[in-house]
């Protein structure tokens, strides 16, 4: 019996580190997806405090700056009903994220 209880412990013990390792590995997985702002591009290309660039797609970029943050609306094609808005922390992390309808903007 008394063997039986230290067999139990070691795989208990043994099987909380696995855990442990794969949290690590998730939070890293997460961290390397988390969308950053690109300051240095955006310092090089602004005017008057402002960016905008068209992708090939057809895709309207546009970024401003405030005192603290980075902002980022995104507009897509036509076909598309929807526009996107970032918010930036001056660090360049991702502070929020809108997904919203395109034409509440234009009424």
Known sequence: M???FIILIFLTLTNCKGREKNEQKDKSKTEKNIKTFDIE??????VDGEC???LADGTKIRQTSSESTFSE???FPKPELFMKFKS???N???KRYIRFLDYLLIL
């Not at 591009?41 to 602004?46: A, D, G, I, S, V």
């Open 41 to 46: 591009k955006f310092e090089k290309n602004k």
């Open 73 to 75: 609306y995104i507009t």
């Open 2 to 4: 008394r063997k039986l």
């Open 52 to 54: 905008n660039f068209v």
């Open 92 to 94: 360049g992390k991702l």
């Open 88 to 90: 930036y922390y001056k």
